[in-house]
C-alpha cells in the first residue's frame, strides 16, 4: 500500500503544487488565513479541505517537489 501511495497524487496534492507554482510558500499562510475565516463563518467542512490542502503543500515543500516546480516554472 506504502509504493500505491506513493505513486497516486491525491487531489490536495495536485492543488497544492499549483498554488505553490503560483504563489510560492505564502499559499500555505494563505490557505491558513482563509481556512480560519471560513471556520468562522460556520464552514467547517471546506475549512478542512482548505486544511488538507495547506498540509499537503507543508509535505511537497518539506520532501522537495514543490520548491522544485516553483523552480522549473521560474526558469
Known amino acids: ?6 505513486m497516486v ?3 490536495a496534492e495536485k492543488i497544492a503544487l499549483e498554488l ?3 504563489d510560492g510558500t505564502s ?5 491558513h488565513v482563509v481556512a480560519a475565516r471560513i ?3 460556520g ?5 478542512g479541505v482548505l486544511l488538507e490542502i495547506a498540509d ?10 514543490g520548491s ?8
Open 1 to 6: 500500500m506504502g509504493l500505491r501511495r506513493m
Open 9 to 11: 497524487q491525491t487531489f
Open 20 to 22: 505553490l507554482a503560483r
Open 27 to 31: 499559499a500555505v499562510w494563505q490557505l
Open 39 to 41: 471556520y468562522r463563518d
Open 43 to 47: 464552514y467547517a467542512r471546506a475549512a
Open 56 to 65: 499537503a503543500a507543508e509535505r511537497e515543500l518539506t520532501i522537495g517537489r
Open 68 to 75: 522544485n516546480s516553483i523552480i522549473k516554472i521560474v526558469q
